[in-house]
């Protein structure tokens, strides 16, 4: 069992960057990690993963702007957030599980950051 914890969100003008951090409990290096969001009325959507080898993938909506990244030493992934936009306005999710994947087959989760852009 881990428990994950985000930080990092909060208020970002157009254009801007945050980067946010997920810390595991334990040791997460034999997992894989995903990160997704949520927008008000909207579903989750998975928008980065990488496997516990380093092995990334990216949605369409982020790729080119994003990176996720992880410090096993550390038990903590990343998600660098760059050019952000009005839309990627939403709660943002960690996730620890076997594969890495942008759907929603995770076994752990974190409790979320809000992430919003606005001027």
């Known amino acids: 069992q881990v428990q994950l914890v985000e930080s990092g969100g909060g208020l970002v003008q157009p254009g801007g960057s945050l980067r946010l951090s997920c810390a595991a409990s334990?040791?997460?290096?034999?997992?894989?990690i995903g990160w997704f969001r949520q927008a008000p009325g909207k579903e989750r959507e998975g928008i980065s993963c990488i496997s516990s080898e380093g092995t990334t993938y990216y949605a369409d909506s982020v790729k080119g702007r994003f990176t996720i990244s992880r410090d096993n030493a550390k038990n903590t992934a990343y998600l660098q957030m760059n050019s952000l936009k009005p839309d990627d306005t939403a709660v943002y999710y960690c996730?620890?599980?076997?594969?890495?994947?942008?759907?929603?087959?995770?076994?752990?989760w974190g409790q979320g950051t809000q992430v919003t852009v606005s001027s």
């Open positions: 334990g040791r997460m290096d034999h997992y894989a």
């Open positions: 996730a620890a599980g076997p594969l890495a994947t942008l759907y929603h087959e995770y076994d752990f």
